[in-house]
DNA sequence: CTGACCTATGCAACGGAAGTGCATTTATTG
DNA sequence: CAATAAATGCACTTCCGTTGCATAGGTCAG
């Protein structure tokens, strides 16, 4: 509990009650999570509340948005090493269409394109979907 | 005129007066087009005849849709040999934070990706973002 | 301790965009 | 021409992200 509250410290966020719970249940997620989802955990929240702690947490690097082709924004918590703040950490996600979840392979970056004269890149977005592991299995 | 009567007739649309003029103004652009693009284009047609006529032209594979992450969904004419209809024709996207429109570059498909085990990869969506070539030009 | 102040939270409402149901018009075909 | 099918138009809904404003709660100087 005390180094959720330092972790929001050290990214300066103040760690009110409700922060260190979303906090907490994104990190037992292991799966992206939409907004919608953290208000049916939270029902008793204000759906407001939880989307500026959300746009807080993104801010301050503590998680980063997704946007998985769903049409709903998703996040999950950065890991460790990640800079998100200062550059994207720019590795893929994978949206099963089975299940219909979204999970970071932070392993897997996306790889350079070479592009054609005169366009700059300075982000990146690349979703796989497909089956997931966990559907794929059985 | 009689071109996209017959492109149209090719892939299974039947070529309305409004079907036409709407491949019309997609062929003329050279950029993904939204729903408001075209409602705005055409302001005395019904938005949802519009909507319905995207919808007719993506299942028929006339129009591919593009998701860039700007949470509005574009699309943009199919090329000549394209075949979405089957599979995905996975070239990728560039959406330029200047001028805010949003190019195919068809040339450029998406790298393959090793995933790991357990993971089927069944389509794929990419998209940089940056400076386009008309914005960074000057 | 206390008041001033800043931040977080809660409530209400808005706006954009996708989508649907149903009536009506327009085209097709026997 | 009559019967049928397809396309269009209008109204309305839902979902999601977002903002304005009022209140509660924590922090700090005096
Ligand atoms: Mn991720
Ligand atoms: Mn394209
Ligand atoms: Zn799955
Ligand atoms: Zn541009």
Same mark, same amino acid.
């Given at each position: 509990m005390k180094e959720i509250e330092k972790k929001l410290n050290d990214n300066g966020v103040r760690p009110t009650a409700m922060r260190i719970?979303?906090?907490?249940?994104?990190a037992e997620k292991d799966v992206a999570t939409s907004l919608t989802d953290i208000e049916m955990a939270f029902a008793k929240a204000d759906r407001t509340t939880l989307f500026r702690t959300l746009k807080t947490f993104e801010k301050q690097g503590v998680v980063h948005q997704i946007d998985d082709g769903t049409g709903v924004q998703k996040y999950a918590l950065c890991e460790p090493g990640c800079n998100c703040e200062l550059e994207q950490d720019l590795h893929l996600h994978f949206h099963c269409? !089975?299940?219909?979840?979204?999970?970071?392979?932070?392993?897997?970056?996306?790889?350079?394109? !070479?592009?054609p004269e005169g366009f700059v890149a300075e982000d990146a977005n690349l979703v796989l979907k497909g089956i997931c592991d966990k559907c794929s299995g059985q």
């Open positions: 719970l979303i906090y907490k249940y994104l269409n !089975n299940c219909d979840e979204t999970v970071c392979l932070t392993e897997h970056k996306i790889p350079h394109i !070479n592009l």
